[in-house]
């Protein structure tokens, strides 16, 4: 069932010892009398290829002189029905369907469009034209025409043309020329040249795009997404995002498809169904797979909690089995994690959001700020627009300012009349980014209990240079070395590993490709018994103290030997806190942006706010990289962070953290 020298990806296979005649009678007796065996169908149906029930339709109709689909449609019903009768018709046949239905009556179901055009290969984009045609009587490129406009209507028609060149060979000049080509018709140009975006994404070859899209990152220093949501709009900006997702891997396409059908409130029913009938017999193995690393649960659980009945049995038997269970490993999406390593190595440009103030005047900023809080009442408003819009050097100038011209403490005039979120948002601002890294540390050992999540977030993601300065800062403060405090309040391999991050003494130098592949050996031997050499002490021996280009060929070699992604052999083989510290500097080396991007999106979603993180993350990154998470947020999660902000935070803090952002993408 698969191409010829390729593994087969499918959940759904062949069935051995198949007898057409048989099946159409066991479906036949199934549906006899009053009521019908639903177990019986399903079991059956969901058992045998798409080839194998389209010979049962034809045995059905050569023993009993009826449809099978007719039959079915009558006996079942709702959700179950649709799965089943969609099982039945061959996947060309599938898709003509699906279109139909999206085109047809009031409105257009533009996101079913999407889908099946922007991710099916050439030959499956001529079969569903012909298929069309021969079930409908109608051509399917005029029926689109009629029902759509604009830019998003060129792009589908080009796309239905099923005319992507298909030529392996790749010439680099051709590769930089559209990278720069795409540039100058967005970026570069005075509103966008549309038509060189559907030329070069709509007909060039998918091997020859991924490198065009890794060539723009360098010469943009931002990923092609993220340009497509600046320069282009609505439903053509969406088919334009899912065309570049589906070069890049359509089984990550599909499990971000899947979890959106069904997360929140409500399942999308249509969608989960489309996608597990057509990818079944394609890369559900592979859509497991990425569904179970980047979501952290399996598909199979997902379908488990969000369905019921029948219509649930039939859903899980397509997905084919559990990758939350022991050993369930599908080695060939490890290829997408190898290439997710290659373009974290692209130097991207690190940006903050907030930036030294022209014509700054300190003693002019300390009198603006003695005045907001001068007299009955306080300006927050004035206090906002001077701290956030300073860099923290020279909100440190402002400090000494305001003492040599009040004899005052700024911080302590500030505690006083301040108050909540938002005299913790500024008095943090105030503090140079080391004292504030220290203080964070030590609000996180003081008292009952460790706040182990901000000892990892901290430690896993600051540079050496970083680090020194919070010892220096730590020790100042609390006259005690950091060290010694993480000691005594953490236990254990977590100790051992918070212990080596905080003496600063990471590698800095290049990649050693010898020693990367030695490494690589030791993280992947599982078999050493010697307890001095324990699997926890390895990836401490490692992961602490390797230069960060040196861990990205490390996982890169950890991929080749293994078929599995570093980050989930560690989900798999460790637990607890140790787990969680290898997997923070596991994603700060892949992309650090992205990492802090995650823990701002789960610090607001659901019900209430972890505002101590947010608060953190937006302090703390505000001068580094705060602009490029807000870039990865987007990617991410498909909402900016400046809406999210806005929408679960209120009053003054709102206003500050908005102004720290910097800007609505």
Known sequence: MAPQGKVYRGSVKDFQGFDANQDAEALYNAMKGFGSDKEAILDLITSRSNKQRVEICQAYKSLYGKDLIADLKYELTGKFERLIVSLMRPPAYGDAKEIKDAISGVGTDEKCLIEILASRTNQEIRDLVAAYKDAYGR??????????????????????QGAREEDDVVSEDLV???????????????GTDEAQFIFILGRRSRQHLRLVFDE????????IERSIRGELSGDFEKLMLAVVKCIRSKAEYFAERLYKAMKGLGTRDNTLIRIMVSRSEIDMLDIREVFRTKYEKSLYNMIKEDTSGEYK????????????????????????AYRMWELSAVKVELRGTVQPAGDFNDDGDAQVLRKAMKGLGTDEGAIIEVVTKRSNAQRQQIIKAYKAHYGRDLLADLKSELSGSLAKLILGLMLTPAQYDAKQLRKAVEGAGTDESVLIEIMATRNNQEIRAINEAYQEAYHKSLEDDLSSDTSGHFKRILVSLALGNRDEG????TQAHEDAKKLADVSSNDSSDSLETRFLSILCTRSYPHLRRVFQEFIKMTNHDVEHAIKKRMSGDVRDAFVAIVRSVKNKPAFFADKLYKSMKGAGTDERTLTRIMISRSEIDLFNIRGEFIDLFDKSLHHMIEKDTSGDYRKALLALCGGED
């Open 139 to 160: 051509d399917l490129e005029a029926d689109i025409v009629g029902d759509t406009s604009g830019h998003f209507k060129k792009m589908l028609v080009v796309l239905l």
């Open 176 to 190: 930089e020329q559209d990278a720069k080509d795409l540039l100058e018709a967005g970026e570069l140009k005075w």
């Open 216 to 223: 723009y990152l360098k010469i943009a220093g931002k990923p």
């Open 313 to 336: 049995k039939a859903l899980l038997k397509l997905c084919g089995g559990d990758d939350d269970a022991a050993g369930e490993f599908f080695p060939e999406a490890a290829q997408v």
């Open 510 to 513: 290049p990649e050693n490709l």
